[in-house]
């Protein structure tokens, strides 16, 4: 029922500066955001899957440590886009980019949604 879709991948140099956005679409999807726990994954060939950033539906915030300082993920004041700004990109952070929405309760998961992906390539 609910579509994420991931945009503002593309290229960037070491030092620079991309913002990712997430909008998700579908019954509902006005309050997906205002509701679920909402991330950025990416996953770089040959490596496993890594939680880049996550904010809760409560406004709390987690980042993985090889991107605290540099990385921020917000909501639009809608609660419809979720965003990822990328600044100080290493070649490191190569990878495609997922945005992930969770609805979580007192007996676990209860909806999980995950955008296409998209590319970020940086270059050193």
């Known amino acids: 029922q609910v579509r994420l879709v991931e945009s503002g991948g593309g290229s960037a140099q070491y030092g620079g500066s991309l913002e990712l956005s997430c909008a998700a679409s579908?019954?509902?999807?006005?309050?997906?955001?205002?509701?679920?726990?909402v991330a950025w994954y990416r996953q770089a060939p040959g490596k496993q899957r890594q939680l880049v950033a996550e904010?809760?539906?409560?406004?709390?915030?987690n980042f993985a440590d090889s991107v605290k300082g540099r990385f921020t993920i917000s909501r639009d004041n809608a609660k419809t886009t979720v965003y990822l700004q990328m600044n100080s990109l290493k070649p490191e952070d190569t990878a495609v980019y997922y945005c992930?929405?969770?609805?979580?309760?007192?007996?676990?998961?209860?909806?999980?949604?995950w955008g296409q992906g998209t590319q970020v390539t940086v270059s050193s």
């Open positions: 904010l809760t539906s409560g406004s709390r915030t």
């Open positions: 992930n929405a969770v609805l979580r309760s007192e007996r676990g998961i209860e909806f999980d949604y």
């Open positions: 579908g019954f509902a999807s006005v309050f997906i955001f205002s509701i679920y726990d």
